[in-house]
């Protein structure tokens, strides 16, 4: 039997396409098992006649020529989804490093500073005691806030009040933070509000670590292939650097690449005592669009 080399080629490539959009592997199989149904309804039309020699040997032909592309199309929709499955645990092994590094590495190393200070100090260490049990303390609270992000498993049904949650389980006064959720959440999917409510956490825990800002705000809009927000504090600011990695242990570098990721944009606008602006937009596929396409 003669292999048509492009054909198979097209097999593979149909395989890579339906992993990527995310068609589930059964309904994969199901249509090459379609086609071939749709296929011997044309060829032998009428299964009570008498069939040819010639004819079986053409359905034979096909059913080795759609059994093979689909195996070949299955092969490479799994060789996609396992590397797929690789590229987000791989980048979820990098966030989890850079967590581990920017805050509770400095925040670590800052302690045990505080103890060298003790060891060397021969007169009253109350104050370097009290400032060890203050970085402990935030120590503390930062492995149960990352304890609690990576247990966040279930999609988000509201950002607003998924946000207010975080926002009562904090030492802080409720009031100075002010929530805002324009548009309709629900037109969006469970993924993508669970990707908002985390980026937005992770920008109001850098507020209350370390703008010293007496009040906030956060804007949510879902709009029409969209979900924008803003994030805006009054607190001490700082100089922007062009590479966001310098500042250390804020997370500011890893919002944004978790919103590139996303295809998205972010902005980030601040100056020493000025307060600090974070600006997200993020392209999405409605619900309604889901059930159009």
């Known amino acids: 039997m003669v292999v048509n080399e492009a054909k198979l ?33 044309h060829l032998w039309p009428d299964p009570a006649a008498h069939t040819s020699d010639r004819q079986l040997l053409t ?15 299955n092969a490479w929709y799994q060789t996609v989804a396992i590397h797929r499955t690789e590229q987000a645990q791989t980048a979820e092994r990098e966030r989890i490093a850079r967590e581990l590094h920017d805050w509770y590495g400095s925040n670590l190393s800052l302690a045990l500073r505080r103890l060298e200070l ?26 149960r806030r990352f304890a609690a992000g990576l247990r966040l498993e279930s999609p988000v049904n509201s950002i607003r009040s998924a946000l207010q949650s975080f926002v009562n389980s904090l030492e802080v006064e409720p009031s100075s933070i002010e929530i805002f959720v324009k548009g309709d959440e629900r037109s969006i999917s ?37 979900i924008g927000a803003v994030i805006k504090d009054s607190g001490r600011g700082f100089a922007v650097p062009d590479d966001l990695g310098t500042l250390g242990g804020t997370g500011l570098l890893s919002m944004k690449e978790r919103v590139e990721n996303l295809s998205g944009k972010f902005v980030l606008t601040s100056a020493p005592n000025r307060g600090t602006r974070i600006n997200i937009w993020i392209p999405v596929r409605t619900e309604l669009d889901d059930h159009v396409n």
């Open 118 to 143: 003790v060891e060397l100090d021969h007169g009253d260490s109350a104050d370097y005691l009290e400032q060890l049990r203050v970085v402990l303390s935030d120590l503390f609270t930062g492995t």
């Open 59 to 73: 359905i034979r032909s096909l059913q080795h020529s759609i059994a093979t592309r689909s195996r070949i199309s």
């Open 190 to 226: 469970g993924h993508m509000r669970s990707e908002m409510f985390i980026l937005l956490r992770e920008a109001l825990r850098n507020i209350i670590a370390h703008a010293g800002a007496p009040s906030a705000f956060v804007m949510v809009e879902v709009s029409a292939g969209q």
């Open 9 to 41: 080629a097209l097999a593979s490539v149909m395989g890579m396409a339906a992993a990527n959009a995310g068609i589930p592997l059964d309904e994969l199989t199901h249509a090459w098992s379609s086609m071939f149904d749709s296929l011997l309804e």
